[in-house]
């Protein structure tokens, strides 16, 4: 069964700074979806990034960016420039792809992390 | 606008009492999903469905039992057997099975359930 990590529950960084939230993640599957998902204190999920394993180019969207090293099965955001707004709950997530024959389609989060910005 | 409603935002439970809690998508998703989400915990699969007429047990479906008569609609009812039921429970839904490159999951507003 595939399992996401996210051993730091929690993370501060200062305002305009920049920070990195880890995750690991265990399969035996070649073909699959990473996600990090935001949850700001009104609890709707919000997509930030999304990274494909056959892509070796890493996912960017706009201040925020992963690090996707698939050999060490490893996936962490990075958030440049910091903003208040930031501050949320951030959940890496898990699946693979509909394309893969027989695929389950369930998606496996990680217990998340909780990041406070600075100001 | 097209999206995913839940419904009650908030919702209490007697001691013995079965509720409902109803999730609406009007995206024309193929799969929908239940996922509990309790402090610490991340978010839990609790049951999915990839069609209509069809659902599978996710990982914590003790307790708790659902529906898919229609396309557009998942209703998951949290049973007297389910001992701790209170906990926020997110819906969500994505494109199945198919020629799409879009499988980003939509989630719902979620529902809080806390028991009396």
Redesign the interface.
């Known amino acids: 069964a595939q399992t996401v990590t996210q051993s730091q529950p929690e993370m501060s960084v200062q305002e305009a700074e920049t920070v990195t939230l880890s995750c690991t993640y265990d399969t035996s599957e070649s073909d699959y979806y990473l996600f990090w998902y935001k949850q700001p204190p009104s609890r709707q999920m919000i997509l930030v990034i999304r990274q494909e394993a056959y892509k070796q180019q890493n996912a960017t969207e706009n201040r925020f960016s992963v690090n996707f090293q698939k050999a060490a099965k490893s996936f962490s955001l990075k958030i440049s420039d910091s903003q208040l707004g930031d501050a949320a709950m951030y959940f890496c997530a898990y699946r693979q792809p509909f394309r893969v024959q027989g695929a389950n389609s369930k998606l496996t989060f990680g217990k998340g992390i909780t990041l406070s910005v600075r100001p | 606008d097209g999206g995913i409603t839940q419904s009650p935002k908030y919702l209490f439970r007697k001691e013995g009492q079965n509720v409902t809690l109803s999730c609406e998508q009007n995206l024309n998703h193929d ?1 929908m ?1 239940w ?1 509990r989400q309790d402090p ?6 609790i049951y ?1 469905s ?1 069609i209509v007429n069809d659902f599978q047990k ?1 990982d914590i479906a003790e307790g708790y039992s659902v529906s898919r008569e229609k396309k557009e609609s998942f209703p998951l009812t949290v049973t007297s057997a389910q001992k701790n039921p209170t906990a ?1 429970y ?1 819906c ?1 839904s ?7 490159t879009n ?3 939509f ?1 719902g ?2 529902t809080q359930l806390s028991v009396l």
């Open positions: 799969a999903y996922y610490g915990q991340g978010l839990r699969l999915y990839q996710g926020f997110l969500a994505t494109f199945g099975r198919g020629p799409t499988e980003k999951l989630f507003s979620g």
